[in-house]
């Protein structure tokens, strides 16, 4: 009897172990889990918190009276883009306009001649 009952606590120490043992690996396994987690939410976070902050900067460039104040970002680099596009075909109608007066002035100094 004392044998049997012996084999039974060791069954009942071996299994106990194990589930001691499988809920240890869960534990470490949901921590690591966790951790992703936790990672991912700060990270979410930081790159959310950088957009506010491209936000606040860019919302200086927008003409005043601008309503879209959540895309800030966008508003102002379109703003950007057609300003340097504006700029562009000032240019080049700057340069027309000079080639223009050159070929002016050669042309009246052919008639004189």
Do not use: C, H, Y
Not at 32 to 45: C, G, L, M, P
Request: charged residues 40%; hydrophobic residues 45%.
């Amino acid at each position: 009897v004392d044998v049997a009952a012996a084999r039974r606590d060791r069954r009942s120490a071996a299994v106990a172990e194990e589930r001691a043992r499988a809920l240890e690996q869960k534990l470490a396994a949901a921590s690591t889990r966790d951790a992703r987690d936790a990672a991912a939410i700060a990270e979410r976070d930081r790159l959310l918190e950088e957009r506010k902050d491209w936000n606040r900067r860019f919302r200086g460039l927008l003409p005043e009276g601008a309503e879209d104040d959540g895309d800030a970002a966008r508003l102002a680099l379109d703003l950007l883009r057609r300003t340097v596009d504006a700029r562009a075909r000032a240019d080049v109608a700057s340069s027309e306009a000079r080639a223009a007066a050159r070929r002016g002035a050669e042309a009246a100094r052919t008639w004189e001649a």
